[in-house]
């Protein structure tokens, strides 16, 4: 199945008529009514969610920070007419991808939809990578990963023998070991300790 747009709002009149525009759009479609019906029903794979604002029950805030552990690579379109500047700026700083008015235009709709999808592609790409990186990292031994964080942070052979209290000819080997596993040249290597958040970490 393709990415399906998911559609939360408790007008159940207003759900048909935008599920009935993106269909027509070839777009898969999904339809709640409330927040805690998403919940039960967590959206796998690839897409985004239309989302309502106020709404019987969980609001449209408080489940957009539900979604943010629960799914975080579908992006969020808020949709609704009870919006103002405040709740806007919580909703984008929150992570929200786009905020329309009611009533939206189709094309407007349209455009929010294709540039969210765009955007859960990004994120899948990126996450799928992360995962592979981690599992290269996990194929590494204990003192691999120690030579592995030294020489991310641009440590020479023999600054890293004297940090791991070795002979720089061990460390030689398990640098050869590390970049034999990763598969990656050295500038690669140091992007996926960057992309990982690695870099950040204390030695």
Not at 1 to 17: E, L, Q, Y
Not at 129 to 158: C, M, Y
Request: proline share 3%; with cysteine; net charge positive.
């Amino acid at each position: 199945m393709g990415p399906t747009v998911h559609i939360v709002d408790d007008d159940k009149s207003f759900r048909a008529a935008v599920g009935r525009m993106l269909a027509a759009s070839g777009f898969q479609i999904e339809s709640y009514s409330s927040g805690e019906e998403l919940l039960a029903r967590l959206p796998r794979g690839s897409g985004c969610i239309l989302l309502d604002l106020q709404m019987p029950g969980l609001s449209g805030l408080e489940l957009q920070a539900r979604l943010a552990d629960l799914a975080p690579l579908l992006p969020i379109v808020f949709l609704t007419g009870r919006g103002d500047i405040g709740i806007t700026v919580r909703a984008m700083k929150a992570g929200a991808h786009d905020f329309l008015e009611k009533p939206a235009s189709s094309g407007a709709v349209l455009e929010a939809v294709e540039r969210a999808l765009q955007l859960c592609e990004t994120r899948r790409k990126e996450h799928d990578r992360a995962q592979a990186l981690h599992t290269l990292l996990a194929s590494l031994t204990p003192r691999e990963s120690q030579v592995f964080d030294q020489i991310v942070r641009g440590k020479r052979n023999k600054q890293i023998a004297f940090e791991l209290n070795t002979s720089e000819r061990t460390v030689k080997a398990h640098r050869h070991k590390v970049m034999e596993k990763l598969g990656r040249s050295l500038a690669e290597v140091v992007s996926m300790a960057e992309r990982l958040g690695l870099l950040e970490k204390t030695t």
